[in-house]
């Protein structure tokens, strides 16, 4: 239908393209093919919208007009896209202004050193924010190999300091810990070729926390620090404990001999037990020497305070939180345990500019801003602000 109704919405201006073509059962697999190639009619479609500025279509392939392209000519508004599967890099190949590219990372993607190219030459030729995300269902959570080789293949790189890039995030991905000990190199030293770049602000989000003893750290000492970097956000994923696992028959690639679980019991009674201890993100906070606002979330497994409500007998009713019990919770728990945490990563003493750090926490809807007192000089002193979210 798509095809009839879109060149009527004039004024779209975001448009998203959700068709998973990996929930096609095995049998059928080959008859729906040709549904990740974007149809004549479709692409005619886009060429009526005009004033369309954000194009996600994560799942789709090729196109089937081979004169359509993501131009300036044909899509004069486009600045953002969200691609994921894409093979047909010639339809960016044109002069076009995108610059705000999202990548949904798969994992065939390690093999084919065409697609990386492809990937970087045309859509990373003027991205000034760039995410890559890894691709939910799936488990890896580290990056393809072949992406730093390639990345230094690029026509574009060898100017990297003068590339417009000035926010990098990582959705998904683990910079701490790997499955494999050949994959620990792979994102220090992708970032190492980033060094040069002008991104000043770089995030790691959904951060799967995942660890035991089987996992391999990764080793930063390597790596070429990212100096203009001045704000950091890392952001712990709330469901690490069973995100790698298979829910009924997925591949599992990690769950064979990861152990989430039993570290996630050992936290059970402890209100605010760690996820990822302080020691653990040292070496990868060195990347940015001159970091100046930091943002660390979901770092502790927190247990807000929960009573059951005078009508929560009642099944279905949520439960409610006893303010008294929360207010004490958030002054005498949470933000305790957030003062230690920051204290452990003697940020205020390694980072000269750092000027504040927020930690958050999603379960707690809590956050403490620290913020570095500028009065006193003898020793590293910070002003606290405990807040609620939400
Ligand atoms: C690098 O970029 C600058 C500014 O855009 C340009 O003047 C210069 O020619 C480029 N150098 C190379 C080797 O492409
Ligand atoms: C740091 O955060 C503060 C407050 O949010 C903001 O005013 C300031 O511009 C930020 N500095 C940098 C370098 O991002």
């Known amino acids: 239908m798509s095809p009839v109704f879109l060149p009527l919405a004039q004024n779209l201006t975001y448009l998203v393209l959700a068709f998973l073509p990996q929930t096609v059962p095995d049998e059928f697999v080959d008859d729906y093919a040709g549904l990740t190639t974007l149809r004549t009619s479709f692409t005619n479609a886009l060429r009526q919208l005009k004033h369309l500025q954000a194009l996600e279509f ?4 090729a196109k089937e007009d081979k004169t359509f392209t993501f131009s300036t000519d044909i899509m004069p508004s486009l600045t953002h896209i969200s691609v994921g599967d894409w093979q047909q890099w010639d339809a960016f190949e044109v002069e076009h202004k995108i610059d705000v590219v999202k990548w949904l990372i798969h994992p065939d993607l ?54 417009p890039l000035e926010s990098f995030t990582l959705h998904g991905f683990n910079p701490l810990t790997s499955h494999k000990q050949e994959w620990t190199t792979i994102l220090p030293s992708f970032l190492s070729l980033l060094s040069e770049s002008n991104i000043r602000s770089i995030s790691f989000i959904d951060v799967p926390s995942l660890r035991n003893a089987r996992r391999h750290k990764l080793d930063w000492s390597q790596t070429s620090p990212l100096h203009k970097v001045s704000t950091v956000q890392i952001s712990l994923a709330l469901d690490e404990d069973t995100k790698d696992r298979g829910d009924g028959g997925g591949e599992d690639f990690e769950g064979e001999d990861d ?28 990347l940015f020497p001159n970091v100046v606002n930091l943002s660390l979330a979901n770092f502790h497994r927190a247990k807000k305070p929960t009573t059951e409500s005078q009508r929560g ?47 958050r926490s999603a379960e707690a809807q809590l956050a403490v801003r620290f913020r570095r007192d500028k009065t006193e000089d003898k020793e590293t002193r910070w002003h606290e602000e405990l807040r609620r979210l939400y």
Do not use: C
């Open 259 to 286: 152990d989430g679980e039993s570290d996630a019991q050992k936290g059970e009674s402890d209100p605010m037990s760690e996820r990822v201890p302080a020691d653990g993100l040292e070496s990868l906070l060195d």
């Open 58 to 61: 994560p799942f789709w392939e």
């Open 110 to 163: 390690d093999f084919d050193e065409d697609l990386i190219r492809g990937f970087f030459e045309h859509l990373g030729r003027q991205a000034r924010v760039l995410q890559f995300a890894a691709q939910s269902g799936w488990g890896r959570t580290d990056l393809p190999q072949g992406l730093a080789e390639n990345l230094q293949k690029v026509s574009w790189y060898k100017n990297i300091s003068e590339h």
């Open 313 to 359: 007998s009642e099944e279905g009713q949520p439960l409610a939180v006893d303010s008294q019990a929360y207010d004490r919770f958030a002054r005498e728990t949470f933000q305790p345990a957030a003062r230690t945490f920051i204290d452990r990563l003697r940020v205020f003493e390694r980072f000269d500019k750092l000027e504040q750090v927020v930690f």
